[in-house]
């Protein structure tokens, strides 16, 4: 049993009360050898302080005292997610230190390690990847904070040097994509996972060091099967020459628990930070679909779409107001790029 925070109460009024009093917190266990790639199996000691044992898992579960406790040098001979805790007498268990270990992997791409407890992903009741125990209400189609679930996120730049180590919460993206088998995922920053930004230059096209969110994109339509996966990226990647605003894209090789999950698209998520970061709005109006508000309101693109159904644009007058109101030069260019997806199907 974890020992616990409590206070004494005033000398007038204490009663006998046996619960254990925590002294202060474990010291965070310290690893032989850090995250990164290596060509031949490895050895891996772990470290404690005082009298603070050492319990570990390797299937991506935060430790527990019922879990193996630490004894000898570890020895890693596949690629191998390691999570240790200390745990001591009238202390606060450590947070977990979460370690992901290549071995001998053939990987060229930029790396993203995820790594969070496998109830989090499969359990029918919370797992956010399931359909769960509802077909007709899946798991994975849930949205909000109530299916956001803790997760350690690790970031291996081109030469699979580290780039940035930090816990996040994780959700399932996406729209239709949901229902396919491998998924996208959205990654949050927030302080209560330990910061509320992600501080690192990830897009060499982009002067932006720091992100609220990512976007691990499947490939969107293209994210199964024999498809190219580089659709939605290339679209992108054309609109951005005309001019139009897009999400900057990294392709990386995805690890889940240190599972090989294949090759994803790492973006940037268009959202209030997006906008301020890349574009110089510091207030906007940001709705998804079906009108959903994520910042601002929706009263203006209701008047504006008030104003589409109910004039004729042939009349010279509408169309003239209708200038006011749309940048058609922008919302032709866009269509012309909505074609063109549709063209490279």
């Given at each position: 049993?974890?020992?616990?925070?409590?206070?004494?109460?005033?000398?007038?009024?204490?009663?006998?009360?046996?619960?254990?009093?925590?002294?202060?917190?474990?010291?965070?266990?310290?690893?032989?050898?850090?995250?990164?790639f290596?060509?031949?199996?490895?050895?891996?000691?772990?470290?404690?302080?005082?009298?603070?044992?050492?319990?570990?898992?390797?299937?991506?579960?935060?430790?527990?005292?019922?879990?193996?406790?630490?004894?000898?040098p570890?020895?890693?001979?596949?690629?191998?997610?390691?999570?240790a805790?200390?745990?001591?007498?009238?202390?606060?268990?450590?947070?977990?230190?979460?370690?992901?270990?290549?071995?001998?992997?053939?990987?060229?791409?930029?790396?993203?390690?995820?790594?969070?407890?496998?109830?989090?992903?499969?359990?029918?009741?919370?797992?956010?990847?399931?359909?769960?125990?509802?077909?007709?209400?899946?798991?994975?189609?849930?949205?909000?904070?109530?299916?956001e679930?803790?997760?350690?996120?690790?970031?291996f730049?081109?030469?699979?040097?580290?780039?940035?180590?930090?816990?996040?919460?994780?959700?399932?993206?996406?729209?239709?994509?949901?229902e396919?088998?491998?998924?996208?995922?959205?990654?949050?920053?927030?302080?209560?996972?330990?910061q509320?930004?992600?501080?690192?230059?990830?897009?060499?096209?982009?002067?932006?060091?720091?992100?609220?969110?990512?976007?691990?994109?499947?490939?969107?339509?293209?994210?199964?099967?024999?498809?190219?996966?580089?659709?939605?990226?290339?679209?992108?990647?054309?609109?951005?020459?005309?001019?139009?605003?897009?999400?900057?894209?990294?392709?990386?090789?995805?690890?889940?628990?240190?599972?090989?999950?294949?090759?994803?698209?790492?973006?940037?998520?268009?959202?209030?930070d997006?906008?301020a970061?890349?574009?110089?709005?510091?207030?906007a109006?940001?709705?998804?679909?079906?009108?959903?508000?994520?910042?601002?309101?929706?009263?203006?693109?209701?008047?504006?779409?008030?104003?589409?159904?109910?004039?004729?644009?042939?009349?010279?007058?509408?169309?003239?107001?209708?200038?006011?109101?749309?940048?058609?030069?922008?919302?032709?260019?866009?269509?012309?790029?909505?074609?063109?997806?549709?063209?490279?199907?």
């Amino acid at each position: 049993m974890e020992a616990k925070i409590c206070a004494c109460l005033p000398v007038q009024r204490q009663m006998a009360n046996d619960t254990p009093c925590a002294q202060g917190v474990a010291a965070l266990p310290l690893f032989s050898l850090g995250s990164g790639f290596y060509d031949w199996p490895i050895s891996l000691s772990i470290q404690s302080s005082g009298a603070a044992q050492i319990h570990y898992t390797l299937d991506g579960s935060p430790p527990s005292e019922s879990d193996p406790r630490y004894e000898k040098p570890l020895k890693i001979t596949k690629t191998s997610v390691v999570r240790a805790r200390a745990f001591g007498p009238d202390l606060i268990a450590s947070p977990t230190v979460t370690q992901t270990f290549f071995i001998s992997e053939p990987v060229h791409l930029p790396v993203l390690s995820l790594v969070t407890d496998p109830a989090n992903l499969w359990d029918q009741q919370t797992g956010i990847y399931v359909e769960g125990l509802d077909p007709q209400n899946p798991n994975y189609k849930q949205h909000g904070r109530a299916w956001e679930r803790p997760v350690s996120l690790t970031f291996f730049d081109d030469d699979h040097s580290l780039g940035f180590a930090l816990d996040a919460g994780v959700r399932i993206f996406g729209g239709t994509t949901r229902e396919l088998a491998k998924k996208s995922f959205i990654v949050y920053f927030r302080k209560a996972y330990g910061q509320d930004k992600l501080h690192y230059r990830l897009f060499k096209e982009r002067k932006r060091d720091s992100f609220t969110s990512l976007v691990i994109r499947n490939g969107g339509d293209d994210g199964w099967g024999s498809r190219s996966r580089m659709r939605d990226a290339l679209v992108q990647a054309l609109a951005a020459g005309e001019g139009l605003p897009g999400s900057a894209k990294r392709s990386v090789f995805l690890y889940l628990n240190g599972m090989p999950w294949g090759i994803y698209n790492l973006r940037e998520h268009i959202d209030a930070d997006y906008l301020a970061n890349n574009l110089g709005f510091k207030q906007a109006d940001l709705l998804r679909e079906r009108q959903t508000v994520k910042a601002g309101d929706a009263s203006e693109w209701q008047a504006n779409f008030a104003f589409f159904a109910s004039h004729d644009l042939r009349s010279a007058t509408n169309y003239a107001q209708a200038q006011k109101l749309v940048d058609i030069k922008n919302f032709t260019d866009y269509q012309i790029t909505q074609s063109t997806r549709g063209i490279l199907t």
